[in-house]
């Protein structure tokens, strides 16, 4: 028992110093991986849980794919929940994409509401969206057909 608190400990200890940003997205895929459900719930808290969401959404303005989007104009939503629900805007139009932190008035055409675990799993390539809307852990409010599309709209990592 030891054993496992003194590696949490560990895990947690290298975690915090750790720039999120900086950390490229197939190690991300990787250290998300090997992360049981236990150990996001310990990760994703507090100014940990903010820097590693600010980093997961500044990515993906970085790794979308203008290309895959044509003419698609739209407003997505995110709702991360956790021990406090983060609310992110992912908007994409005119072949580019911004992301940002909390809701505005704006209408969203799909709404995306998912756990710490199940968010920073399908982020990193380490969750299928269909399994996880099919086993109602990703609840999807508008538009399913854009939501059911967006991964092709992003270099999604493979761990």
């Known amino acids: 028992m030891a054993d496992n608190a003194d590696a949490d400990a560990d ?7 750790m ?9 991300f895929a990787r250290l998300v991986k090997g ?3 236990k150990d996001i719930a310990e990760v994703m808290t507090g100014e940990r849980r903010l820097r590693v969401l600010r980093a997961v ?3 993906m303005e970085r790794q979308f794919r203008p290309d895959r989007a044509g003419s698609l104009r739209a407003l997505i939503r995110w709702q991360v929940g956790g021990d406090t ?3 992110y805007e992912v908007s994409i139009a ?18 995306l509401t998912l ?10 390539g380490n969750a299928n969206p269909i399994t ?7 609840k999807v409010a508008g538009d399913i057909g854009l939501a059911s599309g967006l991964t092709r709209l992003f270099d999604i990592p493979k761990a």
């Open 11 to 17: 895990l947690l200890s290298r975690l915090d110093g």
């Open 19 to 27: 720039d999120f940003a900086a950390v490229a997205p197939e190690e």
């Open 35 to 37: 992360l049981s459900t």
């Open 57 to 59: 959404f500044s990515r």
């Open 85 to 87: 629900e983060a609310v």
């Open 94 to 111: 005119d072949g580019g994409c911004a992301a940002r932190e909390g809701r505005t008035e704006a209408d969203a055409r799909t709404t």
């Open 115 to 124: 756990g710490d675990a199940e968010f920073l799993r399908l982020v990193s």
């Open 132 to 138: 996880l809307f099919m086993t109602r852990r990703l």
